[in-house]
T-cell receptor, first 113, second 112 residues
Framework: NAGVMQNPRHLVRRRGQEARLRCSPM?????VYWYRQLPEEGLKFMVY????????ESGMPKERFSAEFPKEGPSILRIQQVVRGDSAAYFC???????????FGPGTRLTVL | KQEVTQIPAALSVPEGENLVLNCSFT??????LQWFRQDPGKGLTSLLL?????REQTSGRLNASLDKSSGRSTLYIAASQPGDSATYLC???????????FGTGTRLKVLA
C-alpha cells in the first residue's frame, strides 16, 4: 500500500509564473490536508478537502492560491503569479476521516527565483 | 484561537535515557491531538493519535497522554536510541474546526 505521494519533489519557478503541486492520497483515503512550512518556521494549515469539496480553507491566502480534489485524480494546490515569499515546503496529508490519523507525503519544495 | 507550544525547543540526551516531551495548548476543547516526528528535509511520520475521549495511547517505546483540563499533552520515550533523533511535533485539532495547529517542535538528539 503506497503512502502519500507528492510531485514534483522540487519545483523552481520565476516570479509571475504558476506553480501546480500534486498530491495523491493513500489508497482509500478521501480526506486531504495541505500545509506550508516556511524556512525556519512551523507547519501552517492551509486547506482541508474531501472529494470534490473544500471543507475548510481558512489558512489559504485570499489571492493567488487555490486547491481542488476532484472525483478522479490527485489533489492540486495551485499558486498563480508566484512571488519570492511563496518559497517554502508544501506538504499534503491524507486520512480515512476526520477521526483518523493523518499520513504525510514527502513534500514539494518550491523555490521562486 | 488555538495556540500550541512545545517545550523544550531542543533536547540532547545520552542513549538509554527515558524522556518526556511537552506540548501545551490554549483551548481545551480538543477534538484530536497527534504526535509526529520529522527527520531533516523529510516529511512527517505519524507516531500517535489521541482522540478527545482518550487519555493516552501507546505504541512500542512511545506513550502519549492528553490532559485537556490542564491544556497539556506529553510524549514519553522509553530507553531512547540514536535513531530517535529527530524533531517531534504535536498538532491539535479543536472541536468545531477541521484545522490542525502545529507546535514549533522539539529537536531531539540522542547521543550514542
Amino acid at each position: 500500500n503506497a503512502g502519500v505521494m507528492q510531485n514534483p519533489r522540487h519545483l523552481v519557478r520565476r516570479r509571475g509564473q504558476e506553480a501546480r503541486l500534486r498530491c495523491s492520497p493513500m489508497k482509500g483515503h478521501s480526506h486531504v490536508y495541505w500545509y506550508r512550512q516556511l524556512p525556519e518556521e512551523g507547519l501552517k494549515f492551509m486547506v482541508y478537502l474531501q472529494k470534490e469539496n473544500i471543507i475548510d480553507e481558512s489558512g489559504m491566502p485570499k489571492e493567488r492560491f487555490s486547491a481542488e480534489f476532484p472525483k478522479e485524480g490527485p489533489s492540486i494546490l495551485r499558486i498563480q503569479q508566484v512571488v519570492r515569499g511563496d518559497s517554502a515546503a508544501y506538504f499534503c496529508a491524507s486520512s480515512l476521516g476526520r477521526d483518523n490519523e493523518q499520513f504525510f507525503g514527502p513534500g514539494t519544495r518550491l523555490t521562486v527565483l | 484561537k488555538q495556540e500550541v507550544t512545545q517545550i523544550p525547543a531542543a533536547l540532547s540526551v545520552p542513549e538509554g535515557e527515558n524522556l518526556v516531551l511537552n506540548c501545551s495548548f490554549t483551548d481545551s476543547a480538543i477534538y484530536n491531538l497527534q504526535w509526529f516526528r520529522q527527520d531533516p528535509g523529510k516529511g512527517l511520520t505519524s507516531l500517535l493519535l489521541i482522540q478527545s475521549s482518550q487519555r493516552e495511547q501507546t505504541s512500542g517505546r512511545l506513550n502519549a497522554s492528553l490532559d485537556k483540563s490542564s491544556g497539556r499533552s506529553t510524549l514519553y520515550i522509553a530507553a531512547s536510541q540514536p535513531g530517535d533523533s529527530a524533531t517531534y511535533l504535536c498538532a491539535a485539532c479543536t472541536s468545531g474546526t477541521y484545522k490542525y495547529i502545529f507546535g514549533t517542535g522539539t529537536r531531539l538528539k540522542v547521543l550514542a
